[in-house]
């Protein structure tokens, strides 16, 4: 067990551009989430992937953003043209089912410049 | 929707000292889970106790336990004993039962725990 894997851990862009971050989640488990974290804030759910399927969007989740997770193993988050208000953590987490405890990752911080 | 409320954004302890830091929710639904998370200075956030809403018991992890009040909808963690280590952001969650139609994990705002050697 090597725990929930986030890459990068910072991302610093210029706004407009696009970037993509990497979730791999304990092997074996089959849930995975994503959580957006701003500052003095807890986390905020975006969407869930249960194996290759995504299952759940947030309406946090607007059309610049777009998750993926081919064959069911690791994951991918995109933001096209970020903005602003884009800056935050980003955090993945994983189950081997529902009623499993979620495990994080340490999460990407993106900085929009 | 489900709402989650911290509503002590900070606290400190004295260590060996035992605190209490509140949580409240909303949700018009019967059966649920309620969690605490830790999450450190930069570390991982990391899960502490939960509860399910349909056991009475209140749940309790070594030196972790939880007031659940269902009818009052009041989920308060109790740290006894308090370490250094304690020292964390803490934040209370709320998950519907599976097959209610949501997978999230809804969190309140956190409350910032100090520990005072």
């Known amino acids: 067990d090597t725990g929930v894997s986030q890459d990068p851990r910072h991302k610093i862009t210029k706004r407009g551009q696009n970037v993509t971050f990497r979730c791999d989640p304990i092997s074996e488990h089959n849930r995975l989430y994503w959580y957006r974290q701003t500052l003095g804030q807890g986390p905020e759910f975006l969407t869930y992937?249960?194996?290759?399927?995504?299952?759940?969007k947030s309406r946090l989740l607007s059309d610049r953003f777009s998750a993926e997770r081919p064959k069911g193993s690791f994951s991918t988050l995109e933001i096209q043209r970020t903005e602003q208000g884009d800056s935050a953590m980003y955090l993945c987490?994983?189950?081997?089912?529902?009623?499993?405890?979620?495990?994080f990752g340490d999460g990407t911080r993106l900085s929009i410049l | 929707a489900q709402t989650v409320t911290q509503s002590q954004p900070e606290m400190s302890v004295q260590e060996a000292e035992t605190v209490t830091l509140s949580c409240t929710y909303d949700?018009?639904?019967?059966?649920?889970?309620l969690f605490w998370y830790k999450q450190p200075p930069s570390r991982q956030m990391i899960l502490v106790i939960r509860?399910?809403?349909?056991?009475?018991q209140n749940a309790t992890e070594n030196r972790f336990s939880v007031n659940f009040q269902k009818a009052a909808k009041s989920f308060s963690l109790k740290i006894s004993d308090s370490q250094l280590g304690d020292a964390a952001m803490y934040f209370c969650?709320?998950?519907?039962?599976?097959?209610?139609?949501?997978?999230?994990?809804?969190f309140g705002k956190g409350t910032k725990l100090s520990v005072i050697p």
């Open positions: 992937f249960q194996n290759e399927a995504q299952l759940e």
């Open positions: 969650a709320y998950r519907s039962q599976e097959g209610a139609g949501s997978y999230q994990l809804t």
């Open positions: 987490a994983s189950s081997s089912g529902y009623n499993q405890p979620q495990h």
């Open positions: 949700t018009s639904e019967s059966d649920y889970y």
């Open positions: 509860q399910e809403a349909y056991k009475q």
